[in-house]
T-cell receptor
Framework: NAGVTQTPKFRILKIGQSMTLQCTQD?????MYWYRQDPGMGLKLIYY???????DKGEVPNGYNVSRSTTEDFPLRLELAAPSQTSVYFC????????FGPGTRLTVL | AQSVTQLGSHVSVSEGALVLLRCNYS??????LFWYVQYPNQGLQLLLK??????LVKGINGFEAEFKKSETSFHLTKPSAHMSDAAEYFC???????????FGTGTSLTVIP
């Protein structure tokens, strides 16, 4: 997980609250990805970015927003949290391989 | 289009036995193939990768995988399982630098003492 920082590590939200999951990399990769992983399940792509100022939707973008103002940072925003967004979120800068952050465990109650 | 199929969502082996985790892919371009491991409550860690060249690739912790183009497979093996190998394993394919990665649904490996 070297070079990828995700904050916070854990968070509990109430339904309807909002929050931003932070992701910072120091590997200078243009491509960055956000995934969610539900218990016992694989990874689902939420959003990705091919460089500063450019983002695009993945498989499950509803309820989320992203921005990419710098190469280093790729925050993920939840505007109106719902129980269905309870998951573990991984940020992954990418070159020829993907480097995964340690994850943010989010619970929405 | 690219996709990955991992056969067997759960695999159990005895300590010291051969580990074989299966991965088949589909890709419209020459694939780059990966195996990642995820230990409980951690992120994914790269085990090994195939990009070009030798089709038998060796990774960390004694794992290796062989790219077989004719079979569109990239199975992961380890000759002798260790208790510490118990984890979730993900196979992934991409078309190259920065391209979107496609992950399998994962295989949970249990090692029985």
């Amino acid at each position: 997980n070297a070079g990828v920082t995700q904050t916070p590590k854990f968070r509990i939200l109430k339904i309807g609250q909002s929050m931003t999951l932070q992701c910072t990399q120091d590997m200078n990769h243009n491509y960055m990805y956000w995934y969610r992983q539900d218990p016992g399940m694989g990874l689902k792509l939420i959003y990705y970015s091919v460089g500063a100022g450019i983002t695009d939707k993945g498989e499950v973008p509803n309820g989320y927003n992203v921005s990419r103002s710098t190469t280093e940072d790729f925050p993920l925003r939840l505007e109106l949290a719902a129980p269905s967004q309870t998951s573990v979120y991984f940020c992954a800068p990418s070159g020829y391989e993907q480097f995964f952050g340690p994850g943010t465990r989010l619970t929405v109650l | 289009a690219q996709s990955v199929t991992q056969l067997g969502s759960h695999v159990s082996v005895s300590e010291g036995a051969l580990v074989l985790l299966r991965c088949n892919y589909s890709s419209s371009v020459p694939p780059y193939l990966f195996w990642y491991v995820q230990y409980p409550n951690q992120g994914l860690q790269l085990l090994l990768k195939y990009t070009t060249g030798a089709t038998l690739v060796k990774g960390i912790n004694g794992f290796e995988a062989e790219f077989k183009k004719s079979e569109t497979s990239f199975h992961l093996t380890k000759p002798s399982a260790h208790m510490s190998d118990a984890a979730e394993y993900f196979c992934a394919v991409t078309g190259g630098n920065g391209n979107q990665f496609y992950f399998g649904t994962g295989t949970s490996l249990t090692v029985i003492p």
